[in-house]
């Protein structure tokens, strides 16, 4: 859906689908996803809805590989969650979104 966008840079995607409503972050701990500075609600992966991810290949440093995912959430919200990919990938990130549902082929981006 957004693929054209890795073309641009991380911070220029993130701004842009902030003005397309994707307007949170959020992140994953051992309690579940959550939005940042909002930890006292955390959702499950039933409840989070993959809607699709963009990726940023570093031209000459393999750390700076990172991911976007835009996720919908069982009560609407709309947010960014940022992961790296590759070995730098966190772990944790990667075992939740597996149980997530997604709009796409997750296969193709090793989640699947």
Not at 32 to 39: A, R, T, W
Not at 67 to 76: F, P, Q, R, S
Not at 90 to 111: I, M, N, P, R, W
Request: net charge negative; aromatic share 10%.
């Amino acid at each position: 859906m957004y693929e054209h966008l890795k073309q641009s840079t991380l911070a220029a995607t993130t701004a842009l689908l902030r003005e397309k409503g994707y307007k949170h972050d959020v992140e994953v701990d051992d309690m579940g996803l959550y939005i940042m500075g909002h930890k006292e609600k955390y959702y499950q992966p039933k409840e989070v809805h993959i809607v699709s991810v963009i990726r940023f290949e570093g031209a000459s440093d393999p750390g700076d590989m990172s991911a976007i995912y835009m996720v919908e959430l069982a009560d609407g919200s709309k947010g960014q969650l940022i992961d790296a990919y590759g070995v730098y990938a966190s772990k944790k990130v990667g075992e939740f979104l597996k149980q997530c549902e997604f709009d796409y082929d997750a296969s193709t981006h090793g989640l699947k």
